[in-house]
C-alpha cells in the first residue's frame, strides 16, 4: 500500500493551495481519510477528516478556511488550503484508516508527507 501525496509548495499569506493524496497497492476497503500536518518544532496535529459517506470533520481553528473531499473511485483524498497564514507552515500527511486484504482489520496507513510553507 502506497500514499503518494503531492501539491505542497511555497505560498504567500493569503494565498490557496490544494494537496492530493492517492492510494496505490492492494486496497480492500477505505474507511475514514484524513489530512494531519507538523509545523516546525511541534508535534503532528490533526486537520480534518472525512468518512466514506463524505461527511467531515475540522479541527476548530481551521473551519471556513479549508475543504477537504475524496474520490472514491480513484481512492484519493484531497485539502483545499484557502486564506492561508504563516502558521499553516508544516508538514502535511495524508493518512487512511483502511484494510488491505478482506482477511485484515482495517489500520491506519500513512503518506510520506509534503511541505506546504507560507511566507512573503
Known amino acids: 500500500v502506497q500514499l503518494q501525496a503531492s501539491g505542497g509548495g511555497l505560498v504567500q499569506p493569503g494565498g490557496s493551495l490544494g494537496l492530493s493524496c492517492e492510494v496505490s497497492g492492494s486496497i480492500y476497503s477505505i474507511n475514514s481519510m484524513y489530512w494531519y500536518r507538523q509545523p516546525p518544532g511541534k508535534q503532528r496535529e490533526l486537520v480534518a477528516l472525512i468518512n466514506f459517506y463524505g461527511h467531515s470533520k475540522y479541527a476548530d481553528s481551521l473551519k471556513g478556511r479549508f475543504t477537504i473531499s475524496r474520490d472514491n473511485a480513484k481512492n484519493a483524498v484531497y485539502l483545499q488550503m484557502n486564506g492561508l497564514k504563516p502558521e499553516d507552515t508544516a508538514v502535511y500527511y495524508c493518512?487512511?484508516?483502511?484494510?488491505?486484504?478482506?482477511?485484515?482489520?482495517?489500520?491506519?496507513?500513512w503518506g510520506q508527507g509534503t511541505q506546504v510553507t507560507v511566507s512573503s
Open positions: 493518512a487512511v484508516d483502511m484494510a488491505a486484504t478482506q482477511w485484515e482489520q482495517s489500520s491506519l496507513y
